[in-house]
């Protein structure tokens, strides 16, 4: 009976946390992360697991030899960041966000996506 | 319904409210985020909690009795890089014949400090000093000692995130471990007439992030249970080095395979203890804990450092 009462409660807490899906963590970006994609995207999103304050979140993203090719100012709405990218040639591209999420914790991380075959 | 079961499904109540707060967690070096390991300790100081610690193994006894240990520990930190951390187990040995001993063990106090966070190349030291508090256990059925023992440690983390692209899905893995040297308070046992000996108490891990690899390398999407996965292999390791005398300086442990499912405000961790010769007991046994961050739970309250506050204050974020 404890043991079943024990696990009762453990699975009880297990839906509380995936209901709340509290971290800031990144859920999905487009272009997916390590992906390769055909065209030149216009945009990156990236689709965080809580919302965010838009006044301390961040995006930048740099080519190979390290320029920037995004267009400045991330658009925020919730807990989805976007920025526009210029035009961009064939290579791999690095996407490097810091994000404060509404329960003031930051998080960070990067990664890339390719352009072209 | 018993007391006991209102209890439990109380605080499961209470953890469920409490979660619906918004929050986050709490051991991140950068972009890595290390686990609390289940018979090492993470290279954070943070508030967290591990409620409860459960392993069942067999002893090294011939024939070999059954062992339970039961294990609550809770950690707080008192400024944003020093932490306390307060330890208790209970332990239960059932003989071949049916005997059975049980009771606490010494009381434990972890006092850490918090040395670098190097957020670029994912790397964290801490050290600490562990003190068992002599005569706080069950001295009588031999779980706990009339001496203290000290335990000066050196912990660390270092995630491979930081090497060249082209290491690719390597780059999830990290390692954790852990170096101490134990000191006993009373160099001989008067009541078992045989030496306290000095000892080293090292252990590591080596963990394969799957949060990492999703976020940081290749968005495999795959079903979402598998990217809360972390696969862990701990090591544990105690070697008697001096003060030894007439006694053989055989190295006893477990090696540890399991997995970590992290979730949000808690994670799950379950492993197989695998002992590394015959003094480190019989069979495999099994160990498993439940680990809540506080930190998530409470960002406001309980999960705040008692003074300073936290670095996690608002901040305008540069590259």
């Known amino acids: ?117 | 319904m018993s007391r006991y079961t209102m209890l439990s499904l109380a605080l499961a109540s209470f953890f469920t409210l409490a979660s619906t707060s918004d929050a986050l967690a709490h051991c991140f070096v950068g972009a890595r985020f290390f686990p609390a390991t289940l018979v090492t300790d993470d290279p954070c100081v943070a508030d967290e909690m591990s409620l409860p610690t459960v392993a069942w193994s067999q002893t090294a006894d011939v024939p070999p009795a059954s062992q339970w240990d039961l294990g609550i520990d809770f950690s707080k930190r008192i400024t944003e890089n020093f932490g306390v951390t307060i330890s208790q187990d209970w332990t239960q040995i059932r003989q071949a014949n049916g005997t059975v001993t049980q009771g606490f063990s010494n009381f434990e106090t972890t006092f850490q400090y918090q040395i670098l966070k190097d957020r670029e190349h994912e790397l964290a030291i801490l050290a600490g000093l562990i003190v068992d508090w002599g005569h706080t256990g069950s001295t009588a059925s031999g779980f706990a000692t009339d001496y203290s023992l000290l335990t000066p440690t050196l912990y660390f983390g270092k995630g491979f995130g930081d090497l060249p692209s082209s290491f690719s899905w390597f780059r999830a893995f990290a390692v954790t471990g852990q170096v101490g040297y134990q000191v006993p308070t009373n160099s001989f046992d008067f009541t078992q007439s045989v030496f306290i000996p000095q000892q080293l108490v090292y252990g590591a891990s080596l963990q394969y992030s799957m949060p990492y690899l999703k976020s940081e390398i290749i968005d495999l999407q795959l079903p979402d249970f598998f990217n809360h996965l972390i696969p862990i292999v701990e090591l544990t390791l105690t070697t008697p080095v001096a003060n030894n005398f007439g006694n053989p300086y055989t190295t006893t442990g477990t090696v540890n395979p399991g997995v970590i499912w992290v979730g949000s405000y808690f994670q799950v961790g379950l492993e197989a203890m695998i002992p590394i010769n015959r003094e480190s007991g019989t069979g495999v046994g099994v160990i498993g804990q439940l680990h809540l961050y506080l930190d998530d739970m409470f960002p406001t309250t309980v999960g705040q450092p008692l003074f300073g506050g936290s670095s996690a204050a608002p901040r305008k974020l540069t590259f």
């Open chain 1, 1 to 117: 009976m404890r043991i079943l009462t024990f696990m009762t409660s453990t699975l009880l807490i297990v839906m509380a946390a995936t209901a709340a899906e509290a971290h800031a963590f990144l859920d999905h970006a487009e272009p997916r992360v390590g992906s390769t994609v055909p065209t030149a995207p216009r945009e990156v999103s990236l689709s965080f697991t809580q919302n965010l304050e838009p006044a301390f979140s961040s995006v930048e993203v740099k080519d190979a030899s390290g320029t920037r090719v995004d267009l400045g100012k991330p658009s925020i709405s919730a807990s989805v960041m976007r920025v526009g990218l210029k035009p961009l040639p064939p290579g791999t591209y690095r996407v490097r966000w810091q994000v404060l999420s509404v329960d003031t914790h930051t998080t960070e991380g990067s990664f890339t996506f390719r352009v072209g075959q």
